[in-house]
């Protein structure tokens, strides 16, 4: 039988993972120490507590026809870890800096921007030193 589903990857389960806590979509029929058994046994950690919630289906209209369904509820999981071990799934990734090089092999300082719609745009800061202010310009990236 399998038991864990899938990881919950949001906001919450972020900052609950960041205090070793750690949250799955779980079978609605898993007990805790089946929950506990195939965490330990797939992430190779050592399991110290396991929470379970029910989660109650959401209730959806359509638009062109005027009838309801509900959504089926799923069982969630979080489960307390050892301090010192970690799921690699729930890790963020470090921000890499990347070198950007003009034509000339000169490195360019970038700095990146969020626009109101959360695009991404990126600007050049500047040039290397000693660099002729034609090599500035704007670069924007994204859609």
């Known amino acids: 039988m399998i038991v864990l589903k899938r990881p919950i990857i949001t906001e919450k389960s972020m900052r609950l993972a960041a205090s070793n806590f750690y949250t799955f979509e779980v079978d609605k029929n898993a007990t805790k120490p089946q929950i506990a058994k195939s965490v330990a046994d797939k992430f190779n950690v050592k ?3 396991v929470k379970t919630l ?3 289906g959401v209730t959806k209209s359509q638009k062109r026809v005027r009838k309801t369904y509900t959504t089926g509820g799923f069982k969630k999981a979080i489960v307390k870890i050892n301090k010192d071990q970690k799921i690699p799934l729930f890790e963020t990734p470090k921000e890499d800096s990347a070198t950007v090089t003009t ?4 490195p360019i300082k970038l700095r990146e921007k969020k626009d ?6 990126v600007k050049v800061e500047q040039s290397a030193v000693g660099a002729a202010p034609t090599t500035q310009r704007k670069v924007i990236t994204g859609k």
Request: no cysteine; aromatic share 12%.
């Open 47 to 49: 399991v110290l507590k």
């Open 54 to 56: 029910n989660m109650k």
């Open 103 to 106: 034509v000339e092999g000169e």
């Open 116 to 121: 109101f719609f959360g695009k991404t745009k």
